[in-house]
Each structure stands twice: as structure tokens, then as C-alpha cells.
């Protein structure tokens, strides 16, 4: 008997301890205002005056529950938005009987309060929400990184820069051994660099797989250390990977090309230090206002 009730108390005290570990610690100031449903004074919280594009979250355990698009400026002295992401805020009686309260749907950390009839915008509604309830996450959390190599650099970025998605590009040198390269060390053929785009991606418009299959849409990965009239290591053909996921994707897309009776020559490798190249060559066919000679979209997955 004795022994089941010590295993009892130690399965309680373990039951206690994953709750309390899956949520973030609080502050004495936002247990006040989380868990008992306090309220931060006007126009103190970090939120109130703050407008970057994001989402956000529950302080308490993370989840999201605003959009930045729905934030407008009430002159509340609260953080307003006009509409909460579906299923993430429960609306409750408040306790004085005359409010509606928002919690967070997952934990129950108390956000504010609801409105409506006020006419502050098309919604017609106003979720009056504490800074301190809230975590901000940026939309640059979103942005993920590609790289690729297939010749000239200049042709390559030309045809991401135009693929919807991609917020940035820029073109430099990965894949060799020496630090810090410039251009004519990377012609010299003798670095074990590659001339190589780097693609910033939002990944909630556009997947790695469309970005490879552009790659591979763009440039001859069957030709080995050139592309057209360019010859030497420096254009060989390369995907550089920064996840497993990435690795997968491109590997399985190899395949297919291999199916397809294609004898890629792409090599695989994971992302080393990328070195970014001179001024003079970013964004180069926008600022010459040309088209790319070598780097031709053909479609080879049809």
C-alpha cells in the first residue's frame, strides 16, 4: 500500500510537471494579467503604437492568434484588432457581467475583451487585447534560404528574381576552400568555388520544390564544370542544401530528371559559407535591362 501511494504521488508530481513545462514562464506582471485576467494601464503596452507584419502569438504557450493585416489604431490605448485567426479565441461572459472576455483557446490565458457596434472598421468589431498577453513574430521568421549553382550567376538570378515568392536575391561564390573570394580569384578555376545564387523564400507562397524545379528548368544540369559558352569549375552545375528536407526534395527530383533518360551532373552538397560577389554584379541584367544568353527556360518535367 505504501509503495503504490509513493508511485501515486510521484505520478502526480510528474503530471504537474508537463503541464507546467509546455507552457513559457511568466513574469509576476504577466501572471497578473494572464492568469488572473488583470489589466496592463492604456497606452503602456509594446504593442499599442507597433504596425510590422507578423503574426501574433500567445504569450503563455505560444499559439497564434492574431494577424498583423487585422491590427488597426483604435486610440484605445490597447492593441485593437478587427478579427482573430479561426478557432484560436474563445469569447466568454465576463465575470461583471456586462463585457465579453477573449481568452486563448489552447491554454485559456485571459487576452481582453471583445466589442462590437463600434464602427471603427468594416468588421465592426474590436478585439481590445494587452501587449503583455501577446508575442509578436515577425514576418521575417518566415524566410528561408536556397542556393544554387548553374554557370553564370548573373543568368540564374535573373530568372528567381521573377518567380513569385522570392524576396530577395543576390549572387556570390560557395563550394571551394578559399576565404573571402573575389570574382577574378573564383575565374582563375582554382578556389573550388562556384559561382552561386542565394534566394531568400517566403515559404508560405513558394515550396523549395518550385525553386529546384526552376534550377533545373533553367540550365543544362547534364553538362559537367560549364554551362553553354562558359567553361571551367567555377560554372559546374550544383544544388547546396541547408536542411535534410532540402536534400530530399532535390534529390528526388535528380531522380526523375535520371528517369526521364537525363544524366545529371549536379552535385549535391551541403551549404557552406557563402561569400557574397562584388557590387558590379548583383542584379545584373536589371541594370543592363538585357536578357540572359545562356540560361534558357525549358521545361523538363512535363
Avoid at 172 to 193: A, K, L, Q, R, S
Amino acid at each position: 500500500m505504501q509503495k503504490m501511494m509513493i508511485l501515486f504521488i510521484l505520478l502526480i508530481g510528474v503530471s504537474f510537471m508537463s503541464t507546467e513545462d509546455k507552457y513559457n514562464k511568466l513574469t509576476d506582471l504577466e501572471k497578473y494579467v494572464i492568469e488572473q485576467k488583470g489589466t496592463e494601464r492604456p497606452f503602456t503596452g509594446i504593442y499599442n503604437d507597433f504596425a510590422e507584419d507578423g503574426i501574433y502569438k500567445c504569450k503563455k504557450c505560444g499559439e497564434p492568434l492574431f494577424k498583423s493585416d487585422d491590427k488597426f489604431h483604435s486610440g484605445c490605448g490597447w492593441p485593437s484588432f478587427d478579427d482573430a485567426i479561426e478557432g484560436k479565441v474563445k469569447e466568454i461572459p465576463d465575470t461583471d457581467g456586462r463585457r465579453t472576455e477573449i481568452v486563448c483557446a489552447n491554454c485559456g490565458a485571459h487576452l481582453g475583451h471583445v466589442f462590437s457596434g463600434e464602427g471603427f472598421t468594416d468588421k465592426n468589431t474590436r478585439h481590445c487585447v494587452n501587449s503583455i498577453s501577446l508575442q509578436f513574430e515577425s514576418e521575417m521568421a518566415k524566410q528561408e534560404k536556397a542556393y544554387f549553382a548553374g554557370g553564370c550567376f548573373w543568368g540564374v538570378e535573373y530568372h528567381f528574381q521573377k518567380l513569385a515568392g522570392v524576396i530577395s536575391t543576390s549572387v556570390g561564390f560557395m563550394g571551394g576552400e578559399m576565404v573571402n573570394p573575389g570574382y577574378y580569384d573564383v575565374v582563375h578555376g582554382d578556389t573550388g568555388h562556384t559561382e552561386t545564387v542565394e534566394i531568400i523564400y517566403d515559404p508560405g507562397k513558394v515550396n523549395y520544390e518550385e525553386l529546384a524545379k526552376l534550377f533545373f528548368n533553367i540550365h543544362d544540369p547534364t553538362q559537367i564544370n560549364r554551362q553553354g559558352p562558359d567553361i571551367g569549375h567555377q560554372y559546374r552545375s550544383a544544388i547546396f542544401y541547408t536542411s535534410s528536407q532540402q536534400k530530399e526534395t532535390a534529390q528526388k527530383l535528380i531522380n526523375i530528371l535520371k528517369v526521364k533518360g537525363y544524366a545529371v551532373a549536379t552535385e549535391l552538397k551541403s551549404a557552406s559559407e557563402y561569400y557574397e560577389a562584388e557590387d558590379y554584379h548583383q542584379d545584373y541584367y536589371r541594370k543592363k535591362g538585357s536578357l540572359p544568353y545562356c540560361h534558357i527556360f525549358q521545361n523538363r518535367f512535363e
